[in-house]
């Protein structure tokens, strides 16, 4: 099973310019959160989707926008990157529906973006 | 949503059990404990969770206080292979569902 799938894997990108990372899951969760972690620190969520078609502010949303138009896709987008944005972002998903979901994240395998 | 605190950083012998704490003292009635860890560079990778009980699976057991307040990851027999960065967080089941991770605990596992 693919689970959580991010593209792309790395990037390079110059400051100024716009980019989106792609998240798909094929586990029908329900919750969908971004996340960046930076050179040797903790994971900070940036946004998150408790269902499809409402979305949430996490801890550091600034500078980055979300969109949940499905259940499967949750795209981050950077409008206008900046040096800071250099990070690795994590895309997560999870289910508490029912009494056999555990609630359990699952995340993807990450993208690293640098912006120069 | 309650914050953890966690040691930085501990060490344990091979083959010896790794007990890692978390300090969650303003965690509410609804809120779960849940551990994660993280190897390298990769994506953190699910271990256990409670709510009041201890609980126990192939992974880990986790002890939480009759309080509520902390909690603790016992990993029984640790191997090279545990060495990473182990993250406590809590979570509630109303509202927003946002799960905040901390700094974690680096364990480093020693031959």
């Known amino acids: 099973t693919a689970g959580i799938t991010q593209a792309p894997t790395s990037q390079i990108l110059a400051a100024g310019r716009s980019m989106t990372l792609r998240c798909t899951q094929d586990?029908?969760?329900?919750?969908m959160y971004w996340y960046r972690q930076d050179l040797g620190l903790g994971l900070r969520l940036i946004h998150y989707s408790n269902t499809a078609g409402t979305t949430g502010k996490g801890e550091v949303p600034d500078g980055y926008s979300v969109s949940r138009a499905n259940t499967d896709d949750f795209p981050l987008t950077l409008a206008s990157a900046v040096p800071s944005q250099t990070s690795v972002y994590f895309c997560?998903?999870?289910?508490?529906?029912?009494?056999?979901?555990?609630?359990?994240?699952?995340f993807g395998e990450g993208s690293r973006l640098t912006v120069l | 949503d309650a914050k953890t605190t966690q040691p930085p950083s501990m060490d344990c012998a091979e083959g010896r059990a790794a007990n890692l704490p978390c300090n969650h003292s303003?965690?509410?009635?609804?809120?779960?404990v849940y551990w994660y860890r993280q190897i390298h560079s990769q994506g953190p990778q699910y271990i256990i969770h409670?709510?009041?009980n201890n609980e126990t699976n192939e992974m880990a057991s986790l002890i939480i206080t009759e309080d509520r307040k902390s909690s603790t990851l016992i990993l029984p027999h640790a191997t090279l292979r545990d060495t990473a960065v182990y993250y406590c967080i809590v979570r509630g089941t109303s509202g927003t569902y946002k799960y905040i991770f901390g700094t974690g605990t680096r364990l480093k596992v020693l031959a």
């Open positions: 997560a998903s999870s289910d508490w529906r029912g009494s056999a979901n555990t609630g359990e994240l699952f």
């Open positions: 303003t965690i509410s009635g609804n809120e779960y």
């Open positions: 409670g709510l009041k």
């Open positions: 586990m029908r969760h329900n919750a």
